[in-house]
């Protein structure tokens, strides 16, 4: 069975910076392509970043370009989030994603 | 980057109904269109996948069509269970998904 557990949400300030990590397990973790999706409180899904099954090659929204990394340590089955620079309008539900299967969610707040 | 737009944004129908959902490509995307279902404070469970493949424990009552540009989520005979917002998501283009902006169903 397929598991993703995210992990490292809270409440940041603005500006500050934040690392989610997400653990895989049930599948060949370096074999496939994962993603981030987001989604802030009351609105939609949107797409945040995708990584290839190696960590070489990376894409992302523009919204969070220059300020986000995706990354991924396929020894430890873990896929990860660096967002730095954040802003308010980053508060959302961070979802890890691979193919139709998805996290719980990791809240990350940006208050002051 | 493909967008999807998604109609109606919310519906109420009554118990017993058949409710559609659409949802329309900007560019043709095959058959590589999935539909999730969300009820609040729970993650997206996908409903449909592939346009119109009902993973094993989805009822029957949920049907998707469409091929292209143009797809169709019905849901035959409403019940009260399925409250929720309903999501397309497109991944012909692997580099960057794309979803519509969701469908609220409510029950009259």
């Known amino acids: 069975e397929v598991q993703l557990v995210e992990s490292g949400g809270g409440l940041i300030q603005p500006g500050g910076s934040l690392r989610l990590s997400c653990a895989a397990s049930?599948?060949?973790?370096?074999?496939?392509?994962m993603h981030w999706v987001r989604q802030a409180p009351g609105k939609g899904l949107v797409w945040v970043a995708r990584?290839?099954?190696?960590?070489?090659?990376?894409t992302y929204a523009d919204s969070v370009k220059g300020r986000f990394t995706i990354s991924r340590d396929n020894a430890r089955n873990t896929l990860f989030l660096q967002m730095n620079s954040l802003k308010d309008e980053d508060t959302a539900v961070y979802y890890c994603?691979?193919?139709?299967?998805w996290g719980q969610g990791a809240l990350v707040t940006v208050s002051s | 980057d493909v967008q999807m737009t998604q109609s109606p944004s919310s519906l109420s129908a009554s118990i017993g109904d058949t409710v559609t959902i659409t949802c329309q490509a900007s560019?043709?995307?095959?058959?590589?269109l999935n539909w999730y279902q969300q009820k609040p404070g729970r993650p997206p469970k996908v409903l449909i996948s592939?346009?119109?493949n009902l993973p094993t424990g989805v009822p029957s009552r949920f049907s998707g069509s469409g091929s292209g540009t143009d797809f169709t989520l019905t849901i035959f005979n409403l019940q009260p269970e399925d409250v929720a917002t309903y999501y397309c998501?497109?991944?012909?283009?692997?580099?960057?998904?794309?979803f519509g902006g969701g469908t609220k169903v409510e029950i009259k």
């Open positions: 994603v691979k193919g139709v299967h």
């Open positions: 049930g599948f060949i973790f370096n074999m496939h392509w």
């Open positions: 990584i290839d099954s190696l960590g070489r090659e990376t």
């Open positions: 560019q043709d995307i095959s058959k590589f």
């Open positions: 592939d346009v119109s």
């Open positions: 998501q497109q991944y012909d283009d692997l580099l960057a998904l794309s």
